[in-house]
């Protein structure tokens, strides 16, 4: 009994001695004295630098400041940074604008993001739209993206073939903030482009209201041949071979001068807009200023692209497109007489 008392009181007596101090008794004090440590000179040499190390190797309690940061402060910086996730794709909102993708890169999540699929009110459409629908929701009709990449593919497919044959292609967006991408679309294609307002009778009384816009000559490469200049002050005023508008509902006089002159149009439509009013309707979301700009974008690459072909070609002796000659420059456009056969009529 005796010796069992003993062995319980000497065991709870070691037990409290190899008991560590609190961690905030161990870093409150400075003025505790610690007992000094004889090691030998290798021993030294071979003691880690990193305080930290040194700290949880040996368990010496330091009392000076620049020993209680335990650990190089450069080294948790760096071991900082390393925390966290890496963002691969972040969303860029002037990348439809700068890089617009191809007409082969149209996929439903792209057109999906641009919002291409909203159309209007249900009290606001067009049944001649119903077709393109593919359904409604919270009173909103939802446009088909199967519909809008077909009809879209195939509007990319008429640009590149216009820029093909030498075409004149016009680019119209008079909506506030249409204006960066219709410019960019018409640089794209080397068309021209309309993004304030479209002057009424430009078409149908273009010789009154375009004689004054400068006219230029150029070769199959595209080259300026200034000396031919004066010889188009007879000639009549060109008109665009393919209109490209953006918001065919604010242009409707622009639409029916185009009807008149049999040019063909492109035009996206939303759930409110009359679809016969354009040769080749784009089903898709006219008020979306990010979806106008992405279908913008994808018919400026496809105009960038027939040109491209065209000047391939042409570097090959092949040209795509009915020029005129030197002589039928000189000609009469009334007649197709040269001024030299008309003097020697007149003698």
Not at 203 to 210: C, E, G, K, P, S
Not at 228 to 257: G, K, S
Not at 270 to 281: E, G, I, N, S
């Amino acid at each position: 009994m005796i010796l069992r008392k003993l062995g319980v009181r000497q065991s709870r007596q070691l037990f409290a001695l190899s008991r560590r101090a609190p961690v905030s008794s161990r870093f409150l004090s400075t003025e505790t004295s610690t007992e000094t440590v004889q090691t030998h000179p290798e021993e030294r040499a071979a003691k880690p630098e990193n305080p930290l190390q040194e700290v949880l190797g040996t368990r010496v309690q330091r009392s000076t400041p620049e020993h209680q940061e335990l650990g190089d402060w450069a080294q948790q910086r760096k071991n900082f940074h390393k925390l966290g996730s890496s963002v691969q794709e972040t969303y860029n909102p002037e990348g439809l604008l700068r890089n617009p993708p191809k007409p082969s890169d149209i996929t439903l999540e792209m057109l999906l993001a641009a919002g291409t699929h909203l159309g209007h009110s249900t009290s606001r459409w067009n049944p001649q739209n119903s077709r393109y629908i593919f359904g409604i929701r919270e009173g909103v009709h939802i446009i088909s993206l199967d519909v809008t990449a077909a009809y879209l593919r195939r509007a990319a497919t008429v640009v590149e073939q216009v820029a093909l044959a030498g075409g004149l292609i016009l680019f119209v967006g008079t909506r506030k903030g249409q204006k960066r991408a219709i410019v960019k679309a018409a640089e794209l294609a080397k068309g021209y482009h309309v993004f304030e307002r479209w002057v009424p009778g430009s078409l149908t009384n273009a010789q009154q209201i375009l004689a004054h816009c400068r006219r230029k000559v150029v070769n199959k490469f595209d080259e300026e041949m200034p000396e031919f200049v004066n010889d188009l002050a007879d000639r009549p005023a060109l008109r665009p071979d393919l209109v490209v508008c953006l918001n065919p509902t604010d242009n409707i006089p622009l639409l029916h001068e185009c009807g008149l002159n049999t040019v063909p149009t492109v035009g996206i439509i939303d759930t409110d807009a009359d679809p016969t009013r354009v040769t080749y309707p784009i089903p898709a979301n006219d008020d979306s200023l990010r979806a106008t700009t992405l279908i913008a974008g994808i018919l400026g690459r496809a105009g960038g692209a027939g040109q491209q072909k065209r000047l391939q070609l042409a570097r090959k002796n092949i040209v795509t497109y009915q020029y005129m000659s030197e002589e039928d420059l000189r000609a009469d456009p009334l007649t197709g007489k040269t001024p030299e056969e008309v003097r020697e009529e007149r003698n």
